[in-house]
């Protein structure tokens, strides 16, 4: 009796038990197929983009359209890394994007932990600016800006970039802003009683802690400059341009108009880096934005 009586008392100390209710499986099929759907959609355009860039000149102009070819040019993506200096202006991308995409990963660190830690006069104000600067379309900002490196004479450098880059991107301070605001206070206080700076504690604590965003702010900058044409095409000479922007202009016959099966291999190889790399860090890159919610 007495066991049985135990028994009822654990019985009802436990907690409620919450229903889970299932969503039925046709309406999971439902979704999957709408999800099947719109992922075809998506792809249509890269699936076109491959079968272009695997038509001979022949099955470009054909009539009807020659939807598969047969047999498939292989050898047009080594024409398109021929045709031009594809792979000088393939290091010329990816040394702007990453000098950039670290400077800017790391400046806006150091910023969005000053919005989200420290205390000072006009922080409302300075943050209120940072929102509205993300509301701003930054073609809106590219004329003016154009005109002020040209002042200075950085037109047809790498500099612009390295300015932009230790400027930090809006939305990635706003991302590590949300990031450090949730981690306790208890960090900084035990570190501070160890006698450790502002600075200390931002390199030693809070960097090591953001990893994920650290990897998401590194992305998206990276991203946002080996995909930029029009940045390039303003500031820029043709000799240390990017890819982006040699692939759209290079491609061309004696006649001056694009050959567009070389133009579609050039933009395969183009997005073949930025895959690779998104390849390696996807968990890292969706946990940084499912670390970094709203507050």
């Known amino acids: 009796?007495?066991?049985?009586?135990?028994?009822?008392?654990?019985?009802?100390?436990?907690?409620?038990?919450?229903?889970?209710?299932?969503?039925?499986?046709?309406?999971?099929?439902?979704?999957?197929?709408?999800?099947?759907?719109?992922?075809?959609?998506?792809f249509l355009p890269v699936l076109w983009l491959l079968l272009t860039a695997l038509k001979s000149p022949q099955q470009m102009g054909s009539d009807p359209i020659t939807w598969i070819p047969i047999p498939p040019q292989v050898q047009n993506f080594i024409s398109a890394t021929t045709a031009l200096p594809f792979w000088a202006y393939a290091a010329n991308s990816l040394f702007l994007s990453t000098v950039c995409g670290l400077l800017t990963t790391i400046s806006s660190a150091v910023v969005g932990y000053g919005f989200a830690r420290l205390n000072g006069k006009g922080k409302k104000v300075l943050f209120g600016i940072l929102i509205a600067m993300m509301m701003t379309p930054p073609i809106i900002t590219l004329i003016p800006t154009y005109l002020l490196f040209a002042k200075v004479g950085l037109v047809g450098?790498?500099?612009?970039?390295?300015?932009?880059?230790?400027?930090?991107?809006?939305?990635?301070?706003?991302?590590?802003?949300?990031?450090?605001?949730q981690l306790p206070r208890?960090?900084?206080?035990?570190?501070?009683?160890?006698?450790?700076?502002r600075l200390r504690i931002f390199v030693q604590i809070f960097l090591p802690?953001?990893?994920?965003?650290?990897?998401?702010?590194?992305?998206?900058?990276?991203?946002?400059?080996?995909?930029?044409?029009?940045?390039?095409?303003?500031?820029?000479?043709?000799?240390?341009?990017?890819?982006?922007?040699?692939?759209?202009?290079?491609?061309v016959n004696s006649a001056g108009f694009p050959v567009n099966n070389l133009l579609a291999a050039g933009a395969v190889l183009y997005v073949v880096p930025?895959?690779?790399?998104?390849?390696?860090?996807?968990?890292s890159y969706v946990r940084g934005f499912a670390t970094s919610g709203m507050k």
């Not at 889970?20 to 075809?40: Q, S, T």
């Not at 390039?232 to 759209?248: C, E, G, R, Y």
């Open 1 to 42: 009796m007495t066991l049985i009586a135990h028994r009822k008392g654990t019985d009802s100390d436990a907690p409620p038990e919450i229903p889970i209710r299932h969503i039925p499986e046709r309406k999971n099929r439902v979704a999957f197929v709408i999800l099947l759907v719109v992922c075809a959609i998506l």
């Open 157 to 181: 450098t790498y500099w612009p970039w390295v300015l932009w880059g230790m400027a930090g991107a809006p939305y990635l301070i706003f991302l590590y802003r949300q990031f450090f605001a």
């Open 186 to 197: 208890e960090l900084e206080e035990a570190a501070i009683l160890d006698g450790c700076g």
């Open 209 to 251: 802690l953001s990893k994920p965003v650290i990897i998401t702010a590194f992305v998206l900058s990276f991203n946002g400059v080996w995909g930029d044409f029009i940045a390039p095409q303003l500031l820029l000479n043709q000799d240390n341009t990017t890819l982006a922007v040699a692939i759209t202009t290079g491609y």
């Open 274 to 283: 930025v895959l690779i790399m998104f390849f390696f860090v996807q968990r």
